[in-house]
């Protein structure tokens, strides 16, 4: 069984392109290397109504998982608890749990700054403001824990915005869902890079080596123009290790680089990315 | 009238974490300059049923505006034309003036080269093959033509995914429609940056000056932590030159710079940037 997942990115800094979107590069990658499939990537606006969408939108495909980032924070602009609650018809409640967490890192940061704690005033309570039936999971680096809401066989996952979180509560809470729902397969990748081959007269040639070589995946990646052309042909395939998927791409790489030499293709670089 | 536009990407890069998508930022970016609301983003697979999916989902919201990138080239796994054409239900056929502009490109590469023309194989031909009632836009810098089709209110527009096509192409022959079609608005927008306020502090500030200066839009982007707060103050207001939109931004900025000297925070950077 193929383990499916959706990235949901919130935040109008990505839609009015101030911030490149690298936290869905990010997961996509980990999730990948992990042997789940990405199916797809959304970004939307910081507002309800949308949030709902796009939510709904993305659990009606049935993903075995969707990870939200952004929108987690205490400002009015962090939306995205509220929109889940929406989007499940699921009322919003202070989680205990949650709410300790976010006490502690108070705690914490009134210590290590020595200022006054301050009060659990309403932007920080929010964060501790979960969907019903929803289960908070702890932020290692940052303030507003992650959250977790099991929808029919979907696992939602949201995470907060600011990479470093929401990297470390991918690598501790979701990396290891995920390896475990795809049965510990892995992602192998490689990529041979050739000189003076158009990319019109590379297609015959990669439909042939897929063809020839059942599960492994190439994509030309033009770098050049058509006019100088220089060429990514990056080569991936999915297994278990056992499976020795490097063979399959060693196999279907060397019968690449032999048409591409036939066709007058000069061959560059080849390059290999362990999982 | 708010003019909106979705963004869509094509593309396993993309989904895997190879490519961060500096597209769709690109052009985000720009759309937003121009006046236009970009409302969504979506990437997708090279896959036909998911491009089918994402774009008859993206026309089903009527935005003024669908762009595409990606999956114009000569290669197998290039299907947005394919894909786009099954979305509306729509034949394939050669198009002229597609073909003379692909035509006209191989001839260049060959002269430059110095190596013979060559046939227009079925992956050349591919790249002018559009779906009916397509117009084919002139790429100024690749292969593969830019491709406008009319659905109902929506302008859908197809461009490559090697950015300097896209971008060349989005120069030339989209940022005018948009301009004309937002009415030559502009998007304003300056930030001021303060050290030592927590994000969980601002939230209430920022929403008395939003409340206070009708037609700003302030978002906080934390750059430290909560612990060591950075925090980025983003100012954004879209108008026309002749109201003067860079005074609402003023206006609005001095305020906040008030509000977090008050609470303690020290302000340590402005920052314009003109449209």
């Known amino acids: ?10 935040g109008n800094e990505l839609l009015i392109g101030k911030v490149v979107n690298t936290n869905a590069s990010w997961m996509g990658k980990r999730a990948t290397a992990l042997g789940v499939l990405v199916r797809r990537v959304t970004e939307g606006p910081d507002e309800i109504s949308e949030i709902v969408s796009v939510v709904r939108e993305a659990i009606a ?3 075995h998982f969707i990870v939200t980032s952004g929108g987690l924070g205490p400002t009015f602009d962090d939306m995205t608890l509220e929109g889940l609650a929406k989007a499940l018809n699921r009322g919003l409640a202070v ?3 949650a709410l300790a967490m976010v006490k502690v890192k108070y705690k914490e940061y009134s210590k290590a700054r020595n200022i006054p704690e301050g009060e659990m005033t309403p932007p920080r309570v929010k964060m501790a403001t979960l969907p019903k039936g929803a289960q908070a999971i702890l932020n290692p680096v940052g303030t507003a824990p992650g959250v977790r809401i099991d ?3 979907t696992v939602l ?14 690598e501790a809470s979701v990396a290891p869902l ?6 510990n397969l892995g992602f192998y990748e490689m990529s041979i890079y050739a000189d003076s081959i158009m990319e019109s007269v590379l297609a015959p040639l990669i439909d042939k080596v897929m063809h020839d070589n059942t599960g492994v995946y190439i994509k030309s990646h033009p770098k050049g123009r058509e006019n100088r052309p220089h060429m990514e042909l990056h080569l991936s395939t999915t297994g278990k290790p056992t499976e020795i998927p490097e063979e399959r791409l060693r196999k279907a790489s060397v019968e690449l680089a032999g048409l591409i030499a036939k066709a007058g293709g000069e061959l560059v670089k080849a390059e290999t990315m362990t999982p």
């Not at 383990?3 to 949901?8: A, L, Q």
């Not at 995920?178 to 049965?183: C, F, S, T, V």
């Open 95 to 97: 989680d205990e749990a």
């Open 178 to 183: 995920l390896r475990e729902a795809a049965g």
């Open 151 to 153: 929808v029919g066989g």
């Open 157 to 170: 996952i949201a995470l907060p915005g600011v990479p470093s979180e929401m990297e470390a509560i991918f």
């Open 61 to 63: 495909r049935k993903p």
């Open 1 to 10: 069984m193929t383990v499916t997942m959706e990235i949901i990115c919130i």
